[in-house]
Nanobody, 115 residues
Framework: QVQLVESGGGLVQAGGSLRLSCAAS????????MGWYRQAPGKQRDVVAF???????NYADSVKGRFTISRDRDKNTLYLQMNSLKPEDTAVYYC?????????WGQGTQVTVSS
């Protein structure tokens, strides 16, 4: 069982920055991969960024060049640095951990970007 707890969301003006954190209850380097998803009201949950166990990263086209996913081995924490935020980035952001035999989700943290 892996518990994921997100933090760092909030209200920010367009052009601002936020850093999301996801604290895991297990050694994150034993997981296959970790990532961030987001879900805006009335829309489906979409992937934002992913990092594999080996450190390879992938980003949604809409956030490339603005968001950076990273992790801290000692703190068992996943991060999402979000810069140049836009109103369309407003959503609930969820941490995700891919493992076997099951995957895990955090409870989500709200990010609101005002114009």
């Amino acid at each position: 069982q892996v518990q994921l707890v997100e933090s760092g969301g909030g209200l920010v003006q367009a052009g601002g920055s936020l850093r999301l954190s996801c604290a895991a209850s297990a050694n994150i380097f034993t997981l296959n991969a970790m990532g961030w998803y987001r879900q805006a009201p009335g829309k489906q949950r979409d992937v934002v960024a992913f990092i594999s166990n080996g450190g390879s990263t992938n980003y949604a086209d809409s956030v490339k060049g603005r968001f950076t996913i990273s992790r801290d081995r000692d703190k068992n924490t996943l991060y999402l640095q979000m810069n140049s935020l836009k109103p369309e980035d407003t959503a609930v952001y969820y941490c995700y951990a891919e493992s076997y035999p099951r995957n895990y989700w955090g409870q989500g943290t709200q990010v609101t970007v005002s114009s």
